[in-house]
Protein backbone atom coordinates (compact mmCIF):
# COMPACT_ATOMS: atom_id res chain seq x y z
CA UNK A 1 0.00 0.00 0.00
CA UNK A 2 1.74 3.55 0.89
CA UNK A 3 4.70 3.91 2.38
CA UNK A 4 6.46 7.43 2.87
CA UNK A 5 9.76 6.46 3.31
CA UNK A 6 12.02 8.64 5.31
CA UNK A 7 15.11 10.17 3.82
CA UNK A 8 17.48 9.39 0.96
CA UNK A 9 16.69 10.10 -3.18
CA UNK A 10 16.81 13.02 -5.39
CA UNK A 11 17.31 16.31 -5.54
CA UNK A 12 15.19 19.12 -3.33
CA UNK A 13 11.47 19.09 -4.64
CA UNK A 14 11.61 16.19 -6.73
CA UNK A 15 9.62 13.00 -6.88
CA UNK A 16 10.13 9.46 -7.78
CA UNK A 17 8.23 6.42 -8.74
CA UNK A 18 8.99 2.66 -9.16
CA UNK A 19 7.18 -0.48 -9.00
CA UNK A 20 8.91 -3.60 -8.58
CA UNK A 21 8.86 -7.28 -7.89
CA UNK A 22 8.44 -7.65 -3.99
CA UNK A 23 11.53 -7.81 -2.02
CA UNK A 24 12.65 -11.54 -1.28
CA UNK A 25 12.08 -13.60 2.09
CA UNK A 26 14.82 -13.95 5.04
CA UNK A 27 16.72 -17.23 5.35
CA UNK A 28 13.73 -18.20 7.86
CA UNK A 29 10.95 -17.49 4.98
CA UNK A 30 9.29 -14.67 6.41
CA UNK A 31 9.31 -11.33 4.88
CA UNK A 32 11.62 -9.04 5.67
CA UNK A 33 10.24 -6.25 7.66
CA UNK A 34 10.00 -2.90 5.44
CA UNK A 35 12.11 0.32 6.96
CA UNK A 36 12.06 3.84 5.71
CA UNK A 37 15.86 4.29 4.43
CA UNK A 38 16.88 6.22 7.27
CA UNK A 39 17.57 3.27 9.46
CA UNK A 40 20.01 1.31 7.27
CA UNK A 41 22.66 3.91 8.10
CA UNK A 42 25.39 2.45 10.00
CA UNK A 43 25.60 1.87 13.55
CA UNK A 44 28.44 3.66 15.14
CA UNK A 45 31.10 0.87 16.72
CA UNK A 46 30.42 0.59 20.25
CA UNK A 47 33.56 1.47 22.76
CA UNK A 48 35.30 -1.61 24.22
CA UNK A 49 33.15 -3.17 26.80
CA UNK A 50 30.77 -0.66 26.21
CA UNK A 51 26.54 -1.90 25.32
CA UNK A 52 23.39 -0.53 24.80
CA UNK A 53 20.70 -1.20 27.74
CA UNK A 54 17.63 -2.88 26.59
CA UNK A 55 16.10 0.25 27.41
CA UNK A 56 18.16 2.17 24.89
CA UNK A 57 17.68 -0.33 22.14
CA UNK A 58 13.24 -0.21 22.37
CA UNK A 59 13.68 4.09 22.64
CA UNK A 60 15.41 4.07 18.95
CA UNK A 61 13.24 0.97 18.17
CA UNK A 62 10.18 3.35 19.46
CA UNK A 63 11.37 6.24 17.75
CA UNK A 64 11.71 4.91 13.93
CA UNK A 65 8.56 3.21 14.18
CA UNK A 66 6.36 6.50 15.32
CA UNK A 67 7.80 7.79 12.01
CA UNK A 68 6.09 4.33 10.12
CA UNK A 69 2.27 4.43 9.18
CA UNK A 70 1.11 0.84 7.62
CA UNK A 71 -2.92 0.33 7.00
CA UNK A 72 -4.91 -1.93 4.84
CA UNK A 73 -6.20 -0.29 1.84
CA UNK A 74 -9.85 0.28 1.95
CA UNK A 75 -12.71 1.57 -0.32
CA UNK A 76 -15.79 1.60 1.57
CA UNK A 77 -18.02 4.42 1.39
CA UNK A 78 -20.88 4.04 3.38
CA UNK A 79 -20.03 6.18 6.30
CA UNK A 80 -20.94 8.59 3.94
CA UNK A 81 -23.88 7.26 2.66
CA UNK A 82 -24.92 7.05 5.88
CA UNK A 83 -24.21 10.21 7.11
CA UNK A 84 -25.70 11.95 4.08
CA UNK A 85 -28.96 10.20 4.81
CA UNK A 86 -28.73 11.09 8.57
CA UNK A 87 -28.32 14.78 8.11
CA UNK A 88 -31.12 14.75 5.23
CA UNK A 89 -32.96 13.62 7.93
CA UNK A 90 -32.54 16.43 10.62
CA UNK A 91 -30.58 13.94 12.62
CA UNK A 92 -26.49 14.33 13.84
CA UNK A 93 -25.24 11.39 12.67
CA UNK A 94 -23.68 8.88 15.27
CA UNK A 95 -20.44 9.80 15.94
CA UNK A 96 -19.79 6.00 16.17
CA UNK A 97 -20.69 5.58 12.60
CA UNK A 98 -17.81 8.50 11.31
CA UNK A 99 -15.07 6.87 9.25
CA UNK A 100 -13.19 9.84 7.57
CA UNK A 101 -11.35 8.27 5.07
CA UNK A 102 -14.99 7.05 3.50
CA UNK A 103 -15.51 10.47 3.14
CA UNK A 104 -12.84 11.17 1.34
CA UNK A 105 -12.75 7.93 -0.88
CA UNK A 106 -16.17 8.96 -1.90
CA UNK A 107 -14.82 11.62 -4.13
CA UNK A 108 -13.95 11.55 -7.61
CA UNK A 109 -9.70 11.86 -7.87
CA UNK A 110 -7.72 12.77 -11.17
CA UNK A 111 -4.94 10.47 -10.09
CA UNK A 112 -3.10 8.59 -13.57
CA UNK A 113 -4.07 5.12 -14.19
CA UNK A 114 -1.14 2.99 -14.33
CA UNK A 115 -0.25 1.37 -17.85
CA UNK A 116 -0.81 -2.13 -16.26
CA UNK A 117 -1.82 -3.97 -13.43
CA UNK A 118 -0.95 -2.86 -10.06
CA UNK A 119 -1.08 1.17 -8.59
CA UNK A 120 0.61 4.26 -9.30
CA UNK A 121 1.07 6.11 -6.41
CA UNK A 122 0.89 9.91 -6.20
CA UNK A 123 1.98 12.33 -3.57
CA UNK A 124 1.43 15.89 -2.41
CA UNK A 125 0.86 18.09 0.30
CA UNK A 126 0.11 21.67 1.08
CA UNK A 127 0.62 23.79 4.43
CA UNK A 128 -2.01 24.64 6.58
CA UNK A 129 -2.30 28.36 8.08
CA UNK A 130 0.55 27.45 10.58
CA UNK A 131 4.01 27.62 9.35
CA UNK A 132 5.08 24.49 9.87
CA UNK A 133 1.49 22.62 9.76
CA UNK A 134 0.89 20.76 6.46
CA UNK A 135 -1.53 18.12 5.09
CA UNK A 136 0.41 14.68 3.10
CA UNK A 137 -1.80 13.37 0.54
CA UNK A 138 -1.35 9.68 -0.60
CA UNK A 139 -3.09 8.56 -3.82
CA UNK A 140 -3.12 5.27 -5.28
CA UNK A 141 -5.54 4.44 -8.19
CA UNK A 142 -5.72 1.00 -10.57
CA UNK A 143 -6.21 0.57 -13.93
CA UNK A 144 -9.84 0.86 -15.35
CA UNK A 145 -11.87 -1.69 -16.93
CA UNK A 146 -13.72 -2.32 -20.30
CA UNK A 147 -16.39 -4.04 -19.19
CA UNK A 148 -17.00 -5.69 -22.56
CA UNK A 149 -13.22 -7.09 -21.84
CA UNK A 150 -13.72 -8.68 -18.54
CA UNK A 151 -13.83 -12.20 -16.89
CA UNK A 152 -17.29 -13.62 -16.49
CA UNK A 153 -18.92 -13.21 -12.93
CA UNK A 154 -20.21 -15.83 -10.73
CA UNK A 155 -22.81 -13.46 -8.20
CA UNK A 156 -24.53 -15.06 -4.92
CA UNK A 157 -26.92 -12.64 -3.85
CA UNK A 158 -27.84 -12.92 -0.11
CA UNK A 159 -31.12 -11.02 0.53
CA UNK A 160 -32.32 -9.95 4.22
CA UNK A 161 -36.20 -10.76 3.81
CA UNK A 162 -36.69 -10.19 7.82
CA UNK A 163 -39.23 -8.62 9.60
CA UNK A 164 -37.20 -5.33 9.46
CA UNK A 165 -36.93 -5.00 5.64
CA UNK A 166 -40.69 -4.15 5.54
CA UNK A 167 -39.56 -0.57 6.44
CA UNK A 168 -40.64 1.42 3.04
CA UNK A 169 -37.39 1.56 0.79
CA UNK A 170 -35.81 -1.33 2.05
CA UNK A 171 -36.79 -4.46 0.34
CA UNK A 172 -38.53 -2.32 -2.50
CA UNK A 173 -35.28 -0.90 -3.00
CA UNK A 174 -33.24 -4.33 -2.74
CA UNK A 175 -35.62 -5.47 -5.60
CA UNK A 176 -35.50 -2.93 -8.06
CA UNK A 177 -31.58 -3.00 -7.48
CA UNK A 178 -31.45 -6.67 -8.51
CA UNK A 179 -33.91 -6.17 -11.19
CA UNK A 180 -31.92 -3.44 -12.59
CA UNK A 181 -28.29 -5.75 -12.39
CA UNK A 182 -29.87 -8.53 -14.06
CA UNK A 183 -30.00 -6.60 -16.72
CA UNK A 184 -26.80 -5.24 -16.96
CA UNK A 185 -24.94 -8.18 -16.55
CA UNK A 186 -23.13 -10.24 -19.54
CA UNK A 187 -24.36 -13.52 -20.89
CA UNK A 188 -21.59 -15.31 -19.88
CA UNK A 189 -22.09 -14.65 -15.74
CA UNK A 190 -24.21 -16.52 -14.12
CA UNK A 191 -26.53 -15.42 -10.75
CA UNK A 192 -27.50 -17.22 -7.79
CA UNK A 193 -29.82 -15.84 -5.32
CA UNK A 194 -30.60 -16.75 -1.70
CA UNK A 195 -33.17 -15.19 0.66
CA UNK A 196 -32.63 -15.43 4.43
CA UNK A 197 -34.94 -14.98 7.77
CA UNK A 198 -35.24 -16.97 10.65
CA UNK A 199 -33.86 -19.96 8.15
CA UNK A 200 -32.02 -19.31 4.63
CA UNK A 201 -33.51 -20.38 1.51
CA UNK A 202 -32.02 -20.57 -2.29
CA UNK A 203 -34.65 -19.61 -4.35
CA UNK A 204 -32.38 -19.72 -7.81
CA UNK A 205 -29.07 -21.83 -7.88
CA UNK A 206 -26.16 -20.53 -9.98
CA UNK A 207 -27.91 -19.65 -13.20
CA UNK A 208 -26.42 -18.53 -16.41
CA UNK A 209 -27.44 -14.84 -17.65
CA UNK A 210 -29.36 -16.72 -20.81
CA UNK A 211 -32.16 -17.39 -18.21
CA UNK A 212 -32.87 -13.67 -17.51
CA UNK A 213 -36.77 -14.59 -16.66
CA UNK A 214 -35.82 -16.64 -14.21
CA UNK A 215 -33.54 -14.64 -12.28
CA UNK A 216 -36.20 -12.01 -12.42
CA UNK A 217 -38.32 -14.53 -11.03
CA UNK A 218 -37.26 -15.52 -8.06
CA UNK A 219 -36.45 -11.54 -6.92
CA UNK A 220 -39.97 -11.25 -7.49
CA UNK A 221 -40.78 -13.93 -4.75
CA UNK A 222 -38.56 -12.39 -2.53
CA UNK A 223 -41.26 -11.14 0.74
CA UNK A 224 -40.80 -9.61 3.96
CA UNK A 225 -41.44 -12.11 6.79
CA UNK A 226 -39.74 -13.71 10.39
CA UNK A 227 -36.10 -12.81 12.22
CA UNK A 228 -32.87 -11.76 10.90
CA UNK A 229 -30.39 -15.03 11.04
CA UNK A 230 -27.39 -13.42 9.07
CA UNK A 231 -25.18 -16.13 9.74
CA UNK A 232 -27.80 -18.61 8.07
CA UNK A 233 -27.78 -16.24 4.94
CA UNK A 234 -24.33 -15.53 4.79
CA UNK A 235 -23.16 -19.23 5.18
CA UNK A 236 -25.55 -20.69 2.87
CA UNK A 237 -24.47 -17.83 0.16
CA UNK A 238 -21.01 -19.04 0.47
CA UNK A 239 -22.11 -22.72 0.26
CA UNK A 240 -23.69 -21.72 -2.95
CA UNK A 241 -20.90 -19.64 -4.01
CA UNK A 242 -18.48 -22.20 -3.32
CA UNK A 243 -20.13 -25.57 -4.93
CA UNK A 244 -20.31 -23.40 -8.20
CA UNK A 245 -16.85 -21.79 -8.21
CA UNK A 246 -15.45 -21.23 -11.28
CA UNK A 247 -11.53 -20.77 -11.41
CA UNK A 248 -11.60 -18.69 -14.59
CA UNK A 249 -14.46 -16.38 -12.70
CA UNK A 250 -14.68 -13.71 -10.58
CA UNK A 251 -16.54 -15.78 -7.26
CA UNK A 252 -18.23 -12.93 -5.07
CA UNK A 253 -20.90 -12.97 -2.62
CA UNK A 254 -23.52 -9.73 -2.15
CA UNK A 255 -25.24 -9.40 0.87
CA UNK A 256 -28.60 -7.05 0.79
CA UNK A 257 -29.41 -5.97 4.90
CA UNK A 258 -29.90 -3.90 7.04
CA UNK A 259 -27.22 -5.73 9.50
CA UNK A 260 -29.39 -6.16 12.44
CA UNK A 261 -28.60 -9.51 13.01
CA UNK A 262 -30.96 -10.97 16.18
CA UNK A 263 -31.17 -15.26 15.68
CA UNK A 264 -28.08 -17.28 15.20
CA UNK A 265 -24.75 -15.30 15.94
CA UNK A 266 -25.42 -11.86 15.95
CA UNK A 267 -21.05 -10.79 16.11
CA UNK A 268 -19.12 -10.18 12.99
CA UNK A 269 -16.21 -12.17 14.18
CA UNK A 270 -18.60 -15.27 14.94
CA UNK A 271 -20.13 -15.17 11.69
CA UNK A 272 -17.48 -14.74 9.70
CA UNK A 273 -15.92 -17.87 11.74
CA UNK A 274 -18.50 -19.47 10.08
CA UNK A 275 -17.77 -18.53 6.51
CA UNK A 276 -13.95 -18.44 7.00
CA UNK A 277 -13.23 -21.77 4.92
CA UNK A 278 -15.10 -20.38 2.13
CA UNK A 279 -14.35 -16.80 1.43
CA UNK A 280 -10.63 -18.23 1.91
CA UNK A 281 -11.49 -19.69 -1.52
CA UNK A 282 -11.02 -16.70 -3.86
CA UNK A 283 -14.67 -15.49 -3.01
CA UNK A 284 -15.33 -11.84 -2.29
CA UNK A 285 -17.79 -10.35 -0.67
CA UNK A 286 -19.81 -7.11 -1.08
CA UNK A 287 -21.98 -5.61 1.52
CA UNK A 288 -24.50 -3.57 1.00
CA UNK A 289 -26.49 -1.84 3.70
CA UNK A 290 -29.97 -0.42 3.64
CA UNK A 291 -32.59 1.64 6.03
CA UNK A 292 -32.61 3.86 8.35
CA UNK A 293 -31.52 2.41 11.11
CA UNK A 294 -28.63 -0.71 10.17
CA UNK A 295 -25.87 -2.69 12.01
CA UNK A 296 -23.10 -0.47 10.24
CA UNK A 297 -20.23 -2.34 12.73
CA UNK A 298 -21.09 -5.76 11.43
CA UNK A 299 -21.73 -4.94 7.72
CA UNK A 300 -18.60 -3.19 7.64
CA UNK A 301 -16.25 -5.72 9.60
CA UNK A 302 -17.93 -8.12 7.50
CA UNK A 303 -16.72 -6.28 4.40
CA UNK A 304 -13.14 -5.83 5.78
CA UNK A 305 -12.64 -9.02 7.16
CA UNK A 306 -14.12 -10.89 3.92
CA UNK A 307 -11.70 -9.32 1.11
CA UNK A 308 -14.94 -6.99 0.32
CA UNK A 309 -15.96 -3.51 0.49
CA UNK A 310 -18.90 -1.76 2.25
CA UNK A 311 -21.36 0.58 0.57
CA UNK A 312 -24.82 1.47 2.01
CA UNK A 313 -27.87 2.87 -0.12
CA UNK A 314 -30.92 4.65 0.59
CA UNK A 315 -32.51 6.17 -2.25
CA UNK A 316 -32.67 4.50 -5.77
CA UNK A 317 -30.27 7.11 -7.42
CA UNK A 318 -27.81 5.62 -4.67
CA UNK A 319 -28.77 2.20 -5.52
CA UNK A 320 -28.47 2.62 -9.39
CA UNK A 321 -24.49 4.09 -9.01
CA UNK A 322 -23.92 0.83 -7.11
CA UNK A 323 -25.57 -1.95 -8.89
CA UNK A 324 -26.10 -0.24 -12.78
CA UNK A 325 -22.62 1.49 -12.52
CA UNK A 326 -20.16 0.69 -10.10
CA UNK A 327 -20.53 -3.14 -9.38
CA UNK A 328 -20.85 -4.49 -13.15
CA UNK A 329 -17.00 -2.31 -13.92
CA UNK A 330 -15.78 -3.56 -10.99
CA UNK A 331 -16.46 -7.11 -10.85
CA UNK A 332 -13.12 -7.91 -11.06
CA UNK A 333 -10.16 -7.57 -8.76
CA UNK A 334 -6.76 -5.47 -9.77
CA UNK A 335 -5.26 -6.36 -5.95
CA UNK A 336 -5.69 -8.77 -3.12
CA UNK A 337 -4.49 -7.95 0.04
CA UNK A 338 -3.47 -4.71 -0.66
CA UNK A 339 -1.46 -2.24 2.19
CA UNK A 340 -0.31 0.78 2.26
CA UNK A 341 2.53 2.17 4.04
CA UNK A 342 4.30 5.39 4.35
CA UNK A 343 7.47 5.96 6.09
CA UNK A 344 8.33 10.48 7.27
CA UNK A 345 11.89 11.27 7.49
CA UNK A 346 12.61 11.82 11.14
CA UNK A 347 15.37 14.24 10.37
CA UNK A 348 12.19 16.57 8.51
CA UNK A 349 9.12 15.47 10.43
CA UNK A 350 8.47 16.09 14.23
CA UNK A 351 5.38 13.91 14.05
CA UNK A 352 2.49 13.38 11.77
CA UNK A 353 -1.24 11.41 12.33
CA UNK A 354 -3.38 9.63 9.60
CA UNK A 355 -7.00 10.82 9.42
CA UNK A 356 -8.86 7.58 9.35
CA UNK A 357 -7.92 3.92 8.96
CA UNK A 358 -8.45 3.56 12.37
CA UNK A 359 -9.31 0.27 11.80
CA UNK A 360 -7.63 -0.83 9.05
CA UNK A 361 -4.24 -0.25 10.89
CA UNK A 362 -1.04 -2.56 11.16
CA UNK A 363 2.36 -2.51 12.58
CA UNK A 364 5.10 -1.89 10.30
CA UNK A 365 6.47 -5.66 10.32
CA UNK A 366 3.11 -6.70 8.82
CA UNK A 367 3.36 -5.02 5.60
CA UNK A 368 5.68 -7.43 3.77
CA UNK A 369 3.42 -10.41 5.44
CA UNK A 370 1.86 -11.89 2.82
CA UNK A 371 -0.30 -14.15 5.54
CA UNK A 372 -1.59 -10.82 6.91
CA UNK A 373 -5.05 -9.66 5.35
CA UNK A 374 -5.11 -6.43 3.44
CA UNK A 375 -8.14 -4.92 1.29
CA UNK A 376 -9.31 -6.05 -2.12
CA UNK A 377 -9.40 -3.20 -4.61
CA UNK A 378 -10.98 -3.18 -8.29
CA UNK A 379 -10.27 -1.70 -11.30
CA UNK A 380 -10.13 1.90 -11.72
CA UNK A 381 -10.65 2.54 -7.93
CA UNK A 382 -8.92 5.55 -6.42
CA UNK A 383 -7.77 5.24 -2.82
CA UNK A 384 -6.48 8.19 -0.52
CA UNK A 385 -4.99 8.57 2.81
CA UNK A 386 -4.66 12.11 4.31
CA UNK A 387 -2.03 12.79 6.50
CA UNK A 388 -1.86 15.83 9.33
CA UNK A 389 1.93 16.52 9.46
CA UNK A 390 4.33 18.95 11.93
CA UNK A 391 7.48 19.73 10.34
CA UNK A 392 10.54 20.94 12.07
CA UNK A 393 11.69 24.19 11.79
CA UNK A 394 13.47 25.13 8.03
CA UNK A 395 13.63 21.19 7.67
CA UNK A 396 14.96 20.36 4.31
CA UNK A 397 15.09 17.45 1.90
CA UNK A 398 12.72 14.44 1.21
CA UNK A 399 9.89 14.48 3.27
CA UNK A 400 8.16 10.90 3.16
CA UNK A 401 8.08 8.16 0.66
CA UNK A 402 5.21 6.04 -0.25
CA UNK A 403 5.00 2.50 -1.14
CA UNK A 404 1.96 0.13 -1.80
CA UNK A 405 2.32 -3.52 -1.84
CA UNK A 406 -0.30 -5.98 -3.30
CA UNK A 407 -1.21 -9.57 -4.64
CA UNK A 408 -1.92 -10.76 -8.35
CA UNK A 409 -5.50 -11.69 -8.02
CA UNK A 410 -4.71 -15.16 -9.73
CA UNK A 411 -1.32 -16.10 -8.92
CA UNK A 412 -1.28 -14.49 -5.09
CA UNK A 413 2.63 -12.83 -6.50
CA UNK A 414 3.27 -9.93 -4.30
CA UNK A 415 4.57 -7.06 -6.00
CA UNK A 416 5.16 -3.50 -4.79
CA UNK A 417 5.49 0.13 -5.87
CA UNK A 418 6.43 3.41 -4.65
CA UNK A 419 6.76 7.18 -4.96
CA UNK A 420 8.49 9.89 -2.57
CA UNK A 421 7.92 13.71 -2.07
CA UNK A 422 10.43 16.69 -0.92
CA UNK A 423 9.71 19.51 1.30
CA UNK A 424 9.49 22.04 -1.60
CA UNK A 425 7.11 20.50 -3.42
CA UNK A 426 4.74 21.24 -0.78
CA UNK A 427 2.28 23.95 -2.07
CA UNK A 428 2.90 26.82 0.37
CA UNK A 429 -1.00 27.39 1.35
CA UNK A 430 -3.63 24.82 1.39
CA UNK A 431 -6.76 27.32 -0.01
CA UNK A 432 -4.26 29.19 -2.25
CA UNK A 433 -1.89 27.36 -4.04
CA UNK A 434 -3.24 23.68 -4.06
CA UNK A 435 -4.71 21.57 -5.97
CA UNK A 436 -8.26 21.50 -6.55
CA UNK A 437 -8.64 17.94 -5.70
CA UNK A 438 -6.52 18.03 -2.47
CA UNK A 439 -8.66 21.07 -0.99
CA UNK A 440 -11.93 18.87 -1.61
CA UNK A 441 -10.43 15.57 0.16
CA UNK A 442 -9.42 18.09 3.04
CA UNK A 443 -12.97 19.46 3.57
CA UNK A 444 -14.28 16.02 3.64
CA UNK A 445 -12.02 14.75 5.61
CA UNK A 446 -12.35 18.04 8.28
CA UNK A 447 -16.42 17.66 8.02
CA UNK A 448 -16.26 14.26 8.60
CA UNK A 449 -13.83 14.48 12.00
CA UNK A 450 -15.84 17.00 12.69
CA UNK A 451 -19.23 15.79 13.00
CA UNK A 452 -17.34 12.76 14.84
CA UNK A 453 -15.31 14.78 17.50
CA UNK A 454 -16.75 18.41 17.31
CA UNK A 455 -13.30 19.93 16.02
CA UNK A 456 -11.24 19.68 13.07
CA UNK A 457 -7.70 21.25 12.01
CA UNK A 458 -8.92 24.29 13.55
CA UNK A 459 -11.66 24.96 11.47
CA UNK A 460 -15.64 25.24 11.96
CA UNK A 461 -18.73 24.70 9.90
CA UNK A 462 -18.98 28.12 8.64
CA UNK A 463 -15.35 27.92 7.33
CA UNK A 464 -15.64 24.21 6.25
CA UNK A 465 -18.79 25.44 4.71
CA UNK A 466 -17.11 28.47 2.60
CA UNK A 467 -14.25 26.70 1.08
CA UNK A 468 -17.23 23.77 0.02
CA UNK A 469 -19.22 25.94 -1.67
CA UNK A 470 -15.50 28.14 -3.57
CA UNK A 471 -14.54 24.51 -4.50
CA UNK A 472 -18.02 23.61 -5.97
CA UNK A 473 -18.04 26.38 -8.37
CA UNK A 474 -14.39 25.83 -9.48
CA UNK A 475 -14.36 21.69 -9.58
CA UNK A 476 -17.63 21.43 -10.78
CA UNK A 477 -18.89 18.64 -9.58
CA UNK A 478 -22.12 17.68 -8.51
CA UNK A 479 -20.81 15.85 -5.54
CA UNK A 480 -18.95 19.03 -3.81
CA UNK A 481 -21.99 21.28 -4.25
CA UNK A 482 -24.01 18.34 -2.26
CA UNK A 483 -20.65 18.59 0.66
CA UNK A 484 -21.18 21.96 0.73
CA UNK A 485 -25.30 21.74 1.14
CA UNK A 486 -24.57 18.94 4.08
CA UNK A 487 -22.31 21.42 5.52
CA UNK A 488 -25.16 23.73 5.86
CA UNK A 489 -27.54 21.33 6.73
CA UNK A 490 -25.38 20.03 9.44
CA UNK A 491 -25.04 23.39 10.97
CA UNK A 492 -28.31 23.55 11.31
CA UNK A 493 -28.88 20.72 13.26
CA UNK A 494 -25.62 20.72 15.54
Not at 441 to 466: H, K, S, T
Request: charged share 25%.
Amino acid sequence: MLALAACGGGPEGSTSDSAERAPERTQAGQPAPAQPRATRRPQAPEAEGETRTDAEQDTGRDSAEAQISTFALDVDTASYSYARRALGEGRWPEPARIRPEEFVNSFGQDYAEPAGDGFTVHIDGARMSGSDAAVVRVGLRTRGSDAAARRPADLTFVVDVSGSMAEPARLDLVKASLHTLIDQLAPGDRVSVVAFSDTAETLVPMTPLTARPDLHAAVDRLAVQGGTNLEAGLVTGYQEASRAFRPAATNRVVLLSDGLANQGATAWQAILDRVKEYAGRQVTLLTVGVGRDYGDELMEQLADNGDGAAVYVSTREEAGKVFAERLPSTIELRARDAKAQVAFNPSVVESQRLVGYDNRAMSAAEFRDDARDGGEIGPGHAVTALYSVRLKPGATGQLAQATVRWQDPDTRAPAEASRSVDVTALAPSIWDKAPVRLQVDVVAAAFAVYMRDREAFGLDLPVLGEHARRLAETAEDPMVSELARLIDRARTIG
